[in-house]
Every structure is written in structure tokens, then in C-alpha cells.
């Protein structure tokens, strides 16, 4: 089978610190179909851009800033490849990862493919480690039939890409679900899109608690109820697949069981036969937890993963009631 050209395309902005270790494992790969890497400077001031040129990779300047969306759109228009390689500016890839993505597009059928993060982030700190495993843990299973996209380390056709307008720059200014769009938008074009775990990047960037909740309620969680409503039945598959919305029931009902047990209106058993029947469900991701950091790690991940289902849930029911009133912006 024929194997297409490939360019990678790297949205930055102040990514300095990161370039110095994504670009030369991209550079490094050695594929012949690897024809460039892009790198698209949106309105850096740390020089991102002069780093980039000095270790080989093609720069585009956006002038204003654009955001990733509109970052990467303007280096599809500009790359060389037949398919384009999407990398986070924080993400250092596999060796094998470039290898990989292309003898994925040996089969004319696939029009993108995503990858996953690894299971050793570059921050060992416990919001860093729960994002980043997290991750690692819903993208764990191959899938030739993927209902959604990643950008952060993910390939598509670029007449694919095109043919649908690119990424959502308007909608999506700032980076939240670009990518979830996108896929959809190229499954409705008759697309198949393939989950591919063997193909993996170290993640770089630290997180704060803080902005793991902030991310996952604003940045992903409300944006992408919305798209649910907007179009019912596109999306089952990773965080919204059915299995996942059980184990979100479940950790509410271990909430309202502490309430109950706290203010004397349950009994005292209940929270822990809860707190065992969410374990067990999620046990492959406490797992992965304990694996990276031992039982201190699973402990903690294992509880908080209850709390991240608590708000992910609030977000997609005030997303619905929001939808019933008909306050929702058209999608």
C-alpha cells in the first residue's frame, strides 16, 4: 500500500521551554515521508520562534494571535504533506510515534488517527500525574471506529481537513474542544477515524489543581455538553461513553450517601459499601495510579476521580437545563 507524505504542524506561544525537548524528538524520526515540521510562532515574546528555526523546523508567523485553532488551520493551508501530524508544542513523542501515524494512513479508508499521552508525565506532582493518567487511561484501548479526535498528538487528511473547513477558530478562540468539532465534523463527512494507544508522548506541562477543575468544567466539560445537545448521539465514545455515565451515577450516589449519613438521615454503612462498589468500577484506572505512584497515588487519584465525575456531572446537567430553557448559543 502507498504510504502518504506527512507534515508535522506545531502550534506555539511562549512555548520555549517546551521546544527545546518536543522539537528534536519530531526532527529526530527519520521517516522519508516526513517532509517538515511546521511550526506556527502565534505571537510568542519569549523567541519561541528563533528556537525553532535554529533547530530545524519551518516557522510560520501568525501576526496576531490566532489560538491554536487558527494557529494550526494556517500552517494546514501552508504544509506540503498529503496528511498532517497536529503535536502540542508540550508533548515530546515516542520514536516510534511518526513511524506509526503514517503506516496508519496506509489503509485508504482512514481519513485521522489519535494517539494518547504515556503513563510517565515529565511533572510528578499529584494534579499533573491524575491529568496526565487519566488521559493515558481513557485513550488505553485501539478503536477503528473512534467517535471523536485529539489534536495533542493526533493526524488527519488534508483534503479531509479542508474539505470541512479546518478547526472552529471562530467558536473555539481559546483551546477547549476544537478537536472534539472537528471530529465530529469529519465523521459526518463519512470519515473513520482510528484510536491508536501505541501511539504516545511524554506530556511536559505542570498542572495546579486548580486548573485541572478549571479545565475540565470550562475548558471541556460545558463546551462539549453543549456540542451533545446541539447534536444528540454524535458522541459516545471516552468520557461519554456509557460505562463512564454509570460511573459518574455512582459517584453521585456516594456523595448523597455521605450527606445522609453525616446529618443522621442514612445509615453510617453506606458511603463505604459505595466507596468499594466505585473502586471496583474504576479499577483499572487506580490501577494505572498505583503502577505510577504506588498506593498513596491510587488512594488519592482514586477519590478525586469521584469528585472530577461530581462536576463533570453538574457541567453536563447545567448544560442540559440550559438547552431546555433555550439559552444555549446555536452550535
Given at each position: 500500500?502507498?504510504?502518504?507524505?506527512?507534515?508535522v504542524?506545531m502550534p506555539?506561544?511562549?512555548?520555549r521551554?517546551?521546544?527545546r525537548h518536543s522539537?528534536p524528538?519530531?526532527?529526530?524520526?527519520?521517516?522519508?515521508?516526513?517532509?517538515?515540521v511546521?511550526?506556527?510562532d502565534?505571537?510568542s515574546?519569549?523567541?519561541?520562534g528563533?528556537?525553532a528555526r535554529e533547530?530545524?523546523?519551518?516557522?510560520i508567523?501568525?501576526g496576531?494571535?490566532?489560538?491554536?485553532a487558527?494557529a494550526?488551520?494556517?500552517?494546514v493551508?501552508h504544509?506540503?504533506g498529503?496528511v498532517?501530524l497536529?503535536?502540542?508544542?508540550?508533548?515530546?513523542?515516542?520514536?516510534?510515534a511518526v513511524?506509526?501515524?503514517?503506516?496508519?494512513?496506509s489503509n485508504?479508508?482512514t481519513?485521522?488517527?489519535?494517539?494518547?499521552?504515556d503513563?510517565?508525565?515529565?511533572?510528578?506532582?499529584?494534579?499533573?500525574?491524575y491529568?496526565?493518567?487519566?488521559h493515558?487511561?481513557?485513550h488505553r484501548?485501539p478503536?477503528?471506529?473512534?467517535?471523536t479526535?485529539?489534536?495533542g498528538?493526533?493526524?488527519v487528511?488534508?483534503?479531509?481537513?479542508?474539505?470541512v473547513?479546518?478547526?472552529?477558530?471562530?467558536?473555539?478562540a481559546?483551546?477547549?474542544?476544537?478537536?472534539?468539532?472537528?471530529?465530529?465534523?469529519l465523521?459526518q463527512?463519512?470519515?473513520?477515524?482510528?484510536?491508536?494507544?501505541?501511539?504516545q508522548g511524554?506530556?511536559?506541562k505542570p498542572?495546579s489543581?486548580?486548573?485541572?477543575?478549571?479545565t475540565?468544567?470550562?475548558?471541556?466539560?460545558l463546551p462539549?455538553?453543549?456540542?451533545?445537545?446541539a447534536?444528540p448521539g454524535?458522541?459516545?465514545?471516552?468520557n461519554v461513553?456509557?460505562?463512564?455515565?454509570l460511573?459518574?451515577?455512582?459517584?453521585?450516589?456516594?456523595?448523597?450517601?455521605v450527606i445522609?449519613?453525616?446529618?443522621g438521615?442514612?445509615?453510617l454503612?453506606?458511603?463505604?459499601?459505595l466507596?468499594i462498589a466505585?473502586a471496583i468500577a474504576?479499577?483499572?484506572l487506580i490501577?494505572?495510579?498505583a503502577?505510577?505512584g504506588?498506593?498513596?497515588?491510587?488512594?488519592?487519584?482514586?477519590?478525586f476521580?469521584?469528585?472530577?465525575y461530581?462536576?463533570?456531572?453538574?457541567?453536563?446537567?447545567?448544560?442540559a437545563?440550559?438547552h431546555?430553557?433555550g439559552?444555549?448559543?446555536p452550535?
Open positions: 500500500m502507498t504510504r502518504p507524505t506527512l507534515s504542524v506555539v506561544y511562549n512555548g521551554k517546551y521546544l522539537l524528538s519530531l526532527l529526530a524520526s527519520g521517516a522519508p515521508e516526513l517532509l517538515e511546521v511550526v506556527v502565534d505571537g515574546t519569549d523567541r519561541s528563533d528556537l533547530c530545524g523546523a519551518r516557522v508567523t501568525g496576531e494571535r490566532l489560538g491554536p487558527g494550526r488551520n494556517v500552517a493551508r504544509a506540503r498529503q498532517v497536529f503535536v502540542d508544542a508540550d508533548v515530546v513523542v515516542h520514536a516510534d513511524e506509526r501515524v503514517i503506516g496508519a494512513f485508504p479508508e481519513v485521522a488517527v489519535f494517539g494518547s499521552y503513563d510517565h508525565p515529565a511533572d510528578t506532582g499529584f494534579s499533573s500525574r491529568m496526565n493518567l487519566r493515558h487511561h481513557g484501548q478503536s477503528e471506529d473512534a467517535r479526535f485529539w489534536a498528538l493526533g493526524a487528511r488534508r483534503d479531509a481537513f479542508l474539505a473547513n479546518g478547526f472552529d477558530a471562530e467558536r473555539y481559546t483551546p477547549s474542544i476544537e478537536d472534539i468539532d472537528l471530529g465530529r465534523r465523521r463527512a463519512g470519515g473513520r477515524i482510528r484510536r491508536l494507544p501505541d501511539v511524554t506530556h511536559l498542572w489543581l486548580r486548573r485541572v477543575v478549571q475540565d468544567i470550562f475548558d471541556r466539560g462539549w455538553a453543549r456540542l451533545m445537545m447534536y454524535a458522541f459516545t465514545d471516552l461513553q456509557g460505562g463512564e455515565r460511573k459518574a451515577a455512582l459517584a453521585a450516589a456516594v456523595f448523597l450517601s445522609a449519613a453525616t446529618t438521615t442514612g445509615p454503612w453506606l458511603p463505604a459499601l466507596l466505585a474504576n479499577r483499572e490501577t494505572i495510579f503502577r505510577a504506588g498506593w498513596w497515588l491510587a488512594l488519592r487519584g482514586g477519590l476521580h469521584q469528585v472530577y461530581l462536576y463533570s456531572g453538574a457541567a453536563y446537567v447545567a448544560a437545563v440550559e431546555r430553557l439559552l444555549a448559543a452550535q
